[in-house]
């Protein structure tokens, strides 16, 4: 911006107050979400603890773009004051069943949900009742406290379903990394997707077993030690 627009000396308070008012602070996802992002969510059961479940976020990338009205900088654009510009989309995340997630959204109205770089500990929030003292779990690089709204529900082969959208609230990055791709890490996840589909009605089971010999396969020819340790709760945890 120029000096003339950085100026706020002759602006009255009331000016500054209005001005303020139109540009009230929001709170941004700590990283770029794009497709189905894999996290956990923590949220406060009427125990008194927190509950660590895996949750899919899902990123509406047709709200990409849009019109954004901006202040002209030159008397050449002061006619046109819209331009296409990058827009936060909007995240959701649906919910299964009736599991302690679900009843947790509609009791408190928020969750915490965390990025977290440790299969273990995907794992566990995964396919356990995994409870906890504090919302925040020691494997997560960053975490979101979001406020969450049903905007939607259904069933799909005998299973109730809740969708939600995610409005983030408060946010910390708490370590940052070079990014790595490890393939075992990705299969572990995938195994327990099909981990939990076990003995779920419109699932076949027997493919769901092909699916885990090969995502085993994969983690014991490309993943490290946390990755077959993983793997190795997967199988206990499950019917696998």
Known sequence: ????????????????????????????WPVELT????????TLGPNGLW??????????EREGTGEVETEPTTEADAGSRRHNAPRTPTITARTWGN??????FHRQGEGYVQFVDDPVAFTDAALTIDEHEEPVLDAAAAWVRV???QFDSGTENGTEW?????????SAIVRETVPTINRGFGAVIEATVAASRLGVPGYDDADL????????????????????????SIREYSEW
């Open 51 to 60: 509950n660590a479940a895996a949750l899919g976020l899902f990123a509406d």
């Open 209 to 232: 077993r092909e699916r885990l010999a090969f995502f085993a396969d994969v983690v014991d020819r490309a993943g490290d030690s946390r990755d077959r340790q993983a793997l190795e």
């Open 147 to 149: 406020e969450v709204d």
């Open 1 to 28: 911006m120029s000096g003339e627009r950085d100026g706020r000396d002759g602006a009255s308070e009331s000016e500054q107050e209005n001005e303020a008012d139109a540009n009230p602070e929001t709170t941004e």
């Open 162 to 170: 809740e969708a939600w959208t995610l409005e983030p609230v408060d």
């Open 35 to 42: 497709g189905v992002t894999e996290s956990v969510v923590t």
């Open 99 to 104: 599991t302690r997630t679900r009843r947790n």
